[in-house]
């Protein structure tokens, strides 16, 4: 039954023109934060190199220092083209550069991945495609009409969640093989540096992000519609409730006398994905791994109750 139900459903997300959309904005959005990561000279922008910013980083550089240095680099930034070259030239200064070895030309491509995958661009588009996958239910109804599956909604429940997490997979090895091409392209060398340090890195992001996809698909089934899944997935990957969270530990803190290492951003599946390195320590592994299984489990147990017990028309 299951395999059946699976097939069913590979067919219909294959039909959607939105996954073959999606995983090319993916790639435009790789090639763009990739350039970034390889090309622009964030140092030459401030007017600075990176020997002076390591400089400026040992000295402990003050506000207003740095706020000087900056507006210093900007206000040169604003100058165009042959001017700024000529005033830089009657100045003895080198004109400022926008392109060249950005801040990871030397990275190799696990590094390059884990920065890619932090920048939340995987979740927003997973979250657009879950909305419209499991929101096309609702909108066309369609399970009431496959009679034979009437009393089995929780077997097709759980071959939406495979195609979750197939998708899943699809999206994190679009960003693999741009950070691969990126940095055979745009970086110094070639090299992978997939060391055991990555395995666990990946895996560990992976059951982050297939969480993620299920807690969109339950807030999707709970609101029976395409946009509140699309939205809630949007705002939960954008940061929006970044603040709110912060403002939430301040007092959390301050009521029960917390530490001040405590943070509701470590218990969130966004913070974890965005704050989660190769260099990641063991602890902080592990804490990832735990709100991987307690929201997927969570969310998969709530939707599963949502579509068996109530009608989805």
Not at 15 to 39: D, E, R
């Given at each position: 039954?299951f395999i059946?139900?699976?097939k069913?459903?590979?067919?219909?997300?294959s039909?959607?023109k939105?996954?073959?959309i999606?995983a090319?904005?993916?790639?435009?959005?790789?090639?763009?934060n990739n350039?970034?990561?390889?090309?622009?000279?964030?140092?030459?922008?401030?007017?600075?190199?990176?020997d002076?910013?390591?400089?400026?980083?040992?000295?402990?550089?003050?506000?207003?220092?740095?706020?000087?240095?900056?507006?210093?680099?900007?206000?040169?930034?604003?100058?165009?083209?042959?001017?700024?070259?000529?005033?830089?030239?009657e100045?003895?200064?080198?004109?400022?550069?926008?392109l060249g070895?950005?801040?990871?030309?030397?990275a190799?491509v696990?590094?390059?991945?884990s920065?890619?995958i932090?920048?939340l661009d995987?979740?927003l588009l997973?979250?657009i495609f879950?909305?419209?996958?499991?929101g096309?239910v609702?909108?066309?109804?369609?399970?009431k009409n496959?009679v034979?599956?009437?009393?089995?909604?929780?077997?097709l429940?759980?071959?939406?969640t495979t195609?979750?997490?197939?998708?899943?997979l699809i999206?994190?090895l679009?960003?693999?093989?741009?950070?691969?091409w990126?940095m055979?392209?745009?970086?110094?060398?070639?090299v992978?540096g997939?060391d055991?340090?990555f395995?666990?890195?990946?895996?560990v992001?992976?059951?982050?992000t297939?969480?993620?996809g299920?807690?969109?698909?339950?807030?999707?089934?709970?609101?029976?519609?395409?946009?509140?899944?699309?939205?809630?997935?949007?705002?939960?990957?954008?940061g929006i409730?970044?603040t709110?969270?912060?403002?939430a530990?301040i007092?959390?803190?301050?009521?029960f006398?917390?530490?001040?290492?405590?943070a509701?951003?470590?218990y969130?599946?966004t913070m974890?994905?965005?704050?989660l390195?190769l260099?990641s320590?063991?602890?902080?592994v592990?804490?990832?791994l735990?709100?991987?299984?307690?929201?997927g489990?969570v969310?998969?147990?709530v939707?599963?109750?949502?579509v068996s017990?109530r009608?989805?028309?």
């Amino acid at each position: 039954m299951f395999i059946n139900a699976l097939k069913s459903e590979l067919f219909r997300a294959s039909k959607m023109k939105s996954i073959y959309i999606l995983a090319i904005v993916l790639i435009a959005l790789m090639l763009l934060n990739n350039f970034i990561y390889l090309k622009v000279d964030l140092y030459g922008l401030l007017g600075m190199d990176a020997d002076a910013i390591t400089e400026l980083q040992e000295m402990g550089t003050s506000g207003e220092a740095y706020n000087d240095s900056f507006m210093a680099g900007f206000d040169a930034g604003l100058q165009s083209g042959e001017l700024a070259a000529q005033d830089a030239m009657e100045n003895g200064i080198e004109p400022i550069k926008i392109l060249g070895k950005g801040v990871f030309y030397e990275a190799d491509v696990a590094e390059l991945t884990s920065l890619d995958i932090g920048s939340l661009d995987v979740l927003l588009l997973q979250a657009i495609f879950i909305g419209l996958y499991i929101g096309g239910v609702y909108k066309s109804e369609l399970d009431k009409n496959i009679v034979k599956y009437s009393n089995k909604r929780g077997t097709l429940f759980a071959a939406r969640t495979t195609v979750i997490a197939l998708y899943t997979l699809i999206l994190q090895l679009i960003v693999w093989v741009m950070a691969i091409w990126g940095m055979a392209t745009m970086g110094q060398s070639l090299v992978l540096g997939f060391d055991s340090s990555f395995v666990i890195y990946s895996v560990v992001i992976y059951l982050l992000t297939v969480a993620f996809g299920i807690l969109v698909a339950a807030i999707t089934h709970l609101s029976k519609s395409m946009a509140g899944g699309i939205t809630t997935g949007i705002i939960l990957s954008s940061g929006i409730l970044s603040t709110l969270i912060s403002i939430a530990t301040i007092i959390i803190q301050r009521k029960f006398n917390l530490d001040s290492d405590f943070a509701l951003g470590n218990y969130t599946l966004t913070m974890n994905i965005s704050a989660l390195t190769l260099n990641s320590d063991g602890h902080m592994v592990l804490r990832a791994l735990i709100c991987a299984l307690v929201y997927g489990v969570v969310a998969y147990v709530v939707s599963l109750i949502r579509v068996s017990k109530r009608d989805l028309g």
